[in-house]
C-alpha cells in the first residue's frame, strides 16, 4: 500500500457524460500527479499540483482539467468523454516535486 | 525531447535466477533521476529503485540494481534470485530535475517478465 488513495476504483459511463477522479496523496506529500495509461499511449503524464498550483502540463485534452484543494486532495475532472478516453488513470504524490513518486491503485474509467 | 526506450517486450526467466530488464534513454539534461516501477497484473504501479544522474555508485534495494551507464545512456534493471512473484510488467522512466518543484516522469513501454518454476 503506497498511502495513495483514489476513488472510484472503476468508472462506466457513456460518451459525452463528464467524470471526476479523486485523489489523496501521502499524508506529508505536497505533490500529486496525474498519469493516463492506455494500451496505444501507453503511461502519459497529464499534470502536476504542489501544494495547490498547477507545476507542469503534459499532453492534458482541453476537455480535461484538475485541481488540487487546500487539504492538498485532487480530482480531475473529464467531460465530453469519448471511447478513447477509457484508460486506466494514476494518482501519484512526492513530498517536493521531484522525488520518488508513490503511486495510487489507479481508477479504470471505461467509456461506452 | 526526453525519450526512454524498452526494448524487450517480453521476457522469461527461471525461478531463482537473476535477469536484466534494459532500459535506454535520450536526454540533453545535465542532472536527472532514473527510476523503475512494477506493474502486477492487478495494475497497482509500486516503485522499486531510483538513480540519481550523478550518483556515483549504482542504487541497490534489496533484490534489485540498478546498472547505470550514463556515457552509454542505460539504467538497466537487474532482479537477482527471481520469484514468481517477481512476475508482472516492468517500466523505465526518467524526469527532468529543473530548477523548481518539477517532476513528471516520462516513461518506456514497458517489459513483461515471467518467472517460470
Redesign the interface.
Known amino acids: 500500500d503506497s498511502g495513495v488513495t483514489q476513488t472510484p476504483k472503476h468508472l462506466i459511463t457513456a460518451t459525452g457524460q463528464r467524470v471526476t477522479l479523486r485523489c489523496s496523496p501521502r499524508s506529508g506529500d505536497l505533490s500529486v500527479y496525474w498519469y493516463q495509461q492506455s494500451l496505444d499511449q501507453g503511461l502519459q503524464f497529464l499534470i502536476q499540483y504542489y501544494n495547490g498550483e498547477e507545476r507542469a502540463k503534459g499532453n492534458i485534452l482541453e476537455r480535461f482539467s484538475a485541481q488540487q484543494f487546500p487539504d492538498l486532495h485532487s480530482e480531475l475532472n473529464l467531460s465530453s468523454l469519448e471511447l478513447g478516453d477509457s484508460a486506466l488513470y494514476f494518482c501519484a504524490s512526492s513530498v517536493l516535486g521531484y522525488n520518488e513518486q508513490f503511486f495510487g491503485p489507479g481508477t479504470r474509467l471505461t467509456v461506452l | 525531447a526526453q525519450k526512454i526506450t524498452q526494448t524487450q517486450p517480453g521476457m522469461f526467466v527461471q525461478e531463482k535466477e537473476a535477469v536484466t530488464l534494459d532500459c535506454t534513454y535520450d536526454t540533453s539534461d545535465p542532472s536527472y533521476?532514473l527510476?523503475w516501477?512494477k506493474q502486477p497484473s492487478s495494475?497497482?504501479?509500486?516503485?522499486l529503485i531510483?538513480q540519481g544522474s550523478y550518483d556515483q555508485q549504482n542504487a541497490t534495494e534489496g533484490r534489485y540494481s540498478l546498472n547505470f551507464q550514463k556515457a552509454r545512456k542505460s539504467a538497466n534493471l537487474v532482479i537477482s534470485a527471481s520469484q514468481l512473484g517477481d512476475s508482472a510488467m516492468y517500466?523505465c522512466?526518467m524526469?527532468r530535475?529543473p530548477p523548481?518543484?518539477?517532476?513528471?516522469?516520462?516513461?518506456?513501454?514497458?517489459t513483461t517478465l515471467q518467472v517460470k518454476p
Open positions: 533521476g527510476f516501477y495494475g497497482e504501479m509500486i516503485f531510483y517500466f522512466a524526469r530535475t523548481g518543484n518539477t517532476g513528471k516522469l516520462i516513461f518506456g513501454q514497458g
